[in-house]
């Protein structure tokens, strides 16, 4: 089991940042890849950005890619998102998902969640 908890949402305004956290615990972090997702009111989870279990390979939605950043820390066992230039339309929960060696953007094969952390953000 692999327990996973994300902090750092917010309220922001348009052009602003947050950089949110995801801590992990349980089996050996830096086997899995991880993966940041988010969920609108009314809309599907959709894929945000992965690193792989290295933190050498990262993916980014298009939505997001030059705004947003991934990164891990094998040792303490934590991953982030950094997130700038924020606009309305990035609002939504934000979920930290853990997966066996590879990452993917396919939300169904991640194995472990957080609880999510609400990112809003002001126009």
């Known amino acids: 089991q692999v327990q996973l908890v994300e902090s750092g949402g917010g309220l922001v305004q348009a052009g602003g940042s947050l950089r949110l956290s995801c801590a992990a615990s349980g089996r050996t972090f830096s086997n899995y890849a991880m993966g940041w997702f988010r969920q609108a009111p009314g809309k599907e989870r959709e894929f945000v950005a992965a690193?792989?279990?290295?933190?050498?390979?990262?993916y980014y939605a298009d939505s997001v890619k030059g705004r947003f950043t991934i990164s891990r820390d094998n040792v303490k066992n934590a991953v982030y998102l950094q997130m700038n230039s924020l606009k309305p339309e990035d609002t939504a929960v934000y979920y930290c998902?853990?997966?066996?060696?590879?990452?993917?953007?396919?939300?169904?094969?991640?194995?472990?969640w957080g609880q999510g952390t609400q990112v809003t953000v002001s126009s």
């Open positions: 690193i792989s279990w290295s933190g050498v390979n990262t």
């Open positions: 998902a853990a997966r066996i060696l590879t990452y993917s953007a396919n939300p169904g094969s991640y194995n472990y």
